[in-house]
C-alpha cells in the first residue's frame, strides 16, 4: 500500500498516510491528525524499490 506524505499549513507538522491508490483518488481533502485541519498539502517525495535481481 503506497504512503503519502503530508504537512499541514496551519500547524506546520508533516504526517504519513497509507491508502490503496483507490482511496487517494477517491479522497478529496486530508485532515490533519494533529491540529484537525483540512488544509494539509500533499509532499512529493521519492521512493525506490528493492529487488533480489542483481544489476
Given at each position: 500500500?503506497?504512503?503519502?506524505?503530508?504537512a499541514c499549513k496551519d500547524?506546520?507538522?508533516?504526517f504519513t498516510?497509507?491508502?490503496?491508490?483507490r482511496e487517494f483518488e477517491a479522497l478529496p481533502r486530508?485532515?490533519?491528525p494533529h491540529c484537525?485541519?483540512?488544509r494539509a498539502e500533499r509532499k512529493y517525495t521519492?521512493?525506490?524499490?528493492?529487488?533480489?535481481?542483481k544489476s
Open positions: 500500500m503506497p504512503a503519502y506524505e503530508y500547524c506546520g507538522k508533516e498516510i497509507y491508502l490503496s491508490i486530508v485532515t490533519c484537525g485541519s483540512d521519492g521512493f525506490f524499490a528493492k529487488t533480489s535481481k
